[in-house]
């Protein structure tokens, strides 16, 4: 199994609405990341899990919230979103941080 | 100026031309990535350099580490290679990938 699995494929929410997105890798990968995709733009690293431990936040706004539950798992919790938030998420894995990565096909988040 | 670039931003061929996209780079890294993203969102890993070249089917990629560029090479190029083609750095410190703007390909038939 080499795919990185994301759940929902889009997603519409409100301002005032509370949502997840979750992403799903079974390759024993020990490196997750969370990226941020705005259209016709390069992805935007967001949070990076490093054996289930947070390592790196790119001072994301607190309405973003990751979790990364076990190895294979990785959530990214939503809340109060802006409508600039509105974008194309990206979760990707790799073995290590010197190793290829593996990109899911992302949620496509509008918020109303 | 960016940490990387590529070149051209956007290209246009016919089926069956030879294609190269360019990636140049100004800071030290460990591994550069060239990364297919066809419309609709999934990135695909084509292939990880740290050093010479690779092949696979009709793609080829090169590194010069010494000038600090990598192109990427398609033969007889295909409509379904269409797509937005991004150069990435692996920085030879941290954890984290620094991106190039993407080139965006179009290929017609």
């Known amino acids: 199994d080499t795919e990185v699995t994301q759940t929902p494929k889009h997603l519409v929410m409100g301002m005032t609405n509370k949502k997840s997105l979750k992403c799903e890798q079974h390759?024993?990968?020990?490196?997750m990341y969370w990226y941020k995709q705005k259209a016709k733009k390069p992805p935007e690293l967001m949070f990076v899990?490093?054996?289930?431990?947070?390592?790196i936040n790119e001072s994301v706004p607190s309405r973003f919230s990751p979790e990364c539950p076990n190895s294979s798992l990785l959530n990214l919790h939503l809340h109060a979103l802006q409508p600039e938030d509105s974008a194309l998420y990206l979760c990707?894995?790799?073995?290590?941080?010197?190793?290829?990565?593996?990109f899911g096909s992302g949620t496509q988040l509008s918020v109303l | 100026k960016n940490e990387v670039e590529q070149s051209p931003q956007n290209l246009t061929a016919q089926e069956g031309e030879f294609i190269t996209i360019n990636c140049s780079y100004s800071?030290?890294?460990?591994?550069l990535h060239w990364l297919q993203q066809h419309p609709g969102g999934g990135i695909v890993s084509l292939f990880m350099?740290?050093?010479g070249k690779k092949k696979h089917g009709r793609l080829i990629a090169t590194i010069n580490i010494q000038e600090k560029h990598s192109s990427l090479h398609i033969t007889a190029s295909h409509p379904r290679d269409s797509a937005v083609y991004i150069c990435?750095?692996?920085?030879?410190?941290?954890?984290?990938?620094?991106f190039g703007p993407g080139t965006r390909l179009s290929v017609l038939p």
């Open positions: 990707a894995s790799s073995q290590g941080f010197y190793e290829k990565l593996f």
């Open positions: 390759m024993g990968h020990r490196a």
């Open positions: 899990y490093s054996y289930e431990k947070l390592s």
């Open positions: 800071v030290g890294i460990s591994a």
């Open positions: 350099l740290s050093s």
């Open positions: 990435a750095v692996r920085l030879d410190y941290g954890q984290n990938f620094v």
